[in-house]
């Protein structure tokens, strides 16, 4: 099977394609990704030079929820179509709502990773302004011609089922992800990674108690926190591998993740997890986090020093967050993608 999917290079569904897409090799599954969004850094091609892509395809060309994207949103739509009559596909996997109304050839399937009117919600405690009409618009036709909806979570896709009512048939498909942590000896450390600016993630109420807490905090992210943390800024992929196997707790009192993978990545390394009480995360999380209301800066700090003071409880949450981490392999979610996908040509292939 031959799949053309889309990818932006400005967030994390880039770590989901190429894991998705190296799942996707193990089983005879050509992937050819073209991602837009801004230019690919130097550890991006080095990504790209040791994924499993039979071939890869970049531009700059603005995202749909970027300021004024429309003009770019149009020529982004022509040079996909052009890439999939070179290609010839026997799908479309697009990571992204807009360009799913185009006249596509092959099937394609529409991931929901986020969506502005969602993050309004979230974040902003309220509905998205009337600036974001040709947006909604946008998404409301994307779905209504992509032939399956995919999101990562269950609170996620009712979110979108909520907000613009899709008539194509939907699914929840978990993210995965697997990373070789190395191993090193748990320091006192907490650690978040996000960028610091970014009022979904919420790294600033984790700045704010920061200096009332036992431990140094730590935060790997683009932006400055300020005073009471130790700024790390932007990490190379191996240096924050490094860190989250030393940090023994990673804290992210997110208002808005629809699924998550730098907690997963923290889980993976053996941190304990101590997250914003979310839908989405208690969906993925169950048990194996100790979860904060985004807006409590008392309970933050609380569960914080709680979790420093016992050893005990904190390694007992910490190998309950690794358990549960391994359901969330790159082989399940491509198994999940391979279903997905073997439904939608199969039915093409019948008509």
């Known amino acids: ?11 994390g569904v880039w770590t989901y394609a190429l894991e998705l897409a190296n799942a996707l090799a193990e089983r005879d599954v050509e992937t050819t990704l073209a991602t837009m969004g801004g230019p690919l850094t130097a550890e991006q091609r080095r990504e790209l030079r040791s994924s499993r892509l039979r071939r890869a395809y970049a531009e700059r060309y603005a995202l749909e929820w970027m300021e004024q994207p429309w003009g770019d949103v149009a020529q982004a739509g022509e040079w996909l179509l052009g890439i999939e009559e070179e290609v010839q596909p026997d799908l479309v996997h697009l990571n992204g709502y807009a360009h799913a109304s185009l006249p596509w050839r092959a099937p394609t399937v529409v991931v929901g990773h986020s969506c502005v009117l969602s993050w309004h919600e979230a974040v902003r405690r309220r509905p998205a302004g009337l600036e974001w009409r040709r947006y909604r618009a946008a998404v409301e036709e994307g779905l209504a011609a992509a032939s399956l909806l995919v999101a990562p979570t269950r609170a996620m896709l009712d979110d979108l089922i909520r907000l613009y009512d899709p008539p194509c048939p939907r699914l929840v498909v978990p993210n995965g992800r697997r990373r070789a942590v190395p191993r090193a000896t748990k320091r006192e450390l907490v650690l978040c990674a996000g960028r610091v ?55 992210a009192p997110a208002r808005y993740e629809p ?32 979860f904060v209301p985004p807006d409590d800066d008392e309970r933050l700090e609380a569960e914080l020093v709680a979790l420093i003071q016992d050893e005990r409880r904190r390694l007992d949450l910490a190998a309950r967050a690794r358990k549960r981490a391994g359901i969330y392999t790159p082989e399940r979610m491509a198994e999940g993608y391979l279903r997905a996908y073997a439904g939608l040509t199969s039915a093409v292939e019948v008509a």
Not at 6 to 11: L, N, S
Request: glycine share 10%; with cysteine.
């Open 1 to 11: 099977m031959k799949v053309l999917m889309t990818a932006d290079c400005v967030g």
């Open 197 to 251: 600016w970014d009022e979904a993630k919420n790294v600033q109420a984790l700045v704010r108690v920061a200096p009332r807490l036992p431990w140094p905090v730590a935060v790997a992210g683009d932006g400055e926190p300020g005073d009471g943390v130790i700024a790390l800024g932007p990490l190379p992929r191996a240096e924050l591998d490094r860190t989250l196997a030393l940090a023994s707790i990673y804290a």
């Open 259 to 290: 699924f998550g993978l730098a907690a997963l990545e923290a889980a993976l390394a053996g941190c304990a997890l101590v997250l914003g009480d979310i839908p989405s995360l208690r969906e993925v999380w169950g048990d194996a986090a100790v």
